[in-house]
């Protein structure tokens, strides 16, 4: 069972679980997450009153999932997506580097073809 202190109090893993932390302050016993524990320690620190770590636990950040790396082929050029994010995607294209949503990279790279095919026509 796994014991740490924090700004006096001692914490200890519950049971075997490696996740769930409890404190004891005053006669109460409260467990939890690590830093939500933390954080009931600090509330009571502060204003010597107690208030339950799952109530800390409900306002921290969702974890996200890992992110998707997305990779696609269009007309010659690699457009990547490392994030997953919308806007995320980038692609060096004549030697510059673009950012920004697929569909909008996608249609820079039409116009320069379009462009490009327009001006070959003109030559003959």
């Given at each position: 069972m796994p014991v740490a202190t924090y700004r006096g109090f001692?914490?200890?893993t519950v049971g075997s679980s490696k996740?769930?932390?409890?404190?004891?302050?005053?006669?109460?016993?409260?467990?939890?997450?690590?830093?939500?524990?933390k954080k009931s320690i600090d509330w009571f620190c502060d204003t010597a009153s107690i208030i339950d770590p799952k109530e800390?636990?409900?306002?921290?950040?969702?974890?996200k999932e890992t992110p998707q790396?997305?990779?696609?082929?269009?007309?010659?050029?690699?457009?990547?997506?490392?994030t997953g994010d919308a806007?995320?995607?980038?692609?060096f294209f004549q030697g510059k580097l673009?950012?920004?949503?697929?569909l909008a990279i996608q249609k820079h790279i039409?116009?320069?073809?379009?462009?490009?095919?327009?001006?070959?026509?003109q030559r003959k």
């Open positions: 001692t914490l200890a996740d769930e932390w409890q404190v004891r302050i005053k006669k109460h016993t409260l467990s939890g997450t690590m830093p939500a524990v800390f636990g409900a306002l921290a950040p969702k974890r790396a997305a990779q696609e082929d269009f007309h010659g050029h690699v457009l990547k997506n490392d806007n995320a995607w980038y692609c673009l950012k920004g949503g697929k039409e116009a320069y073809l379009v462009a490009q095919q327009q001006a070959v026509k």
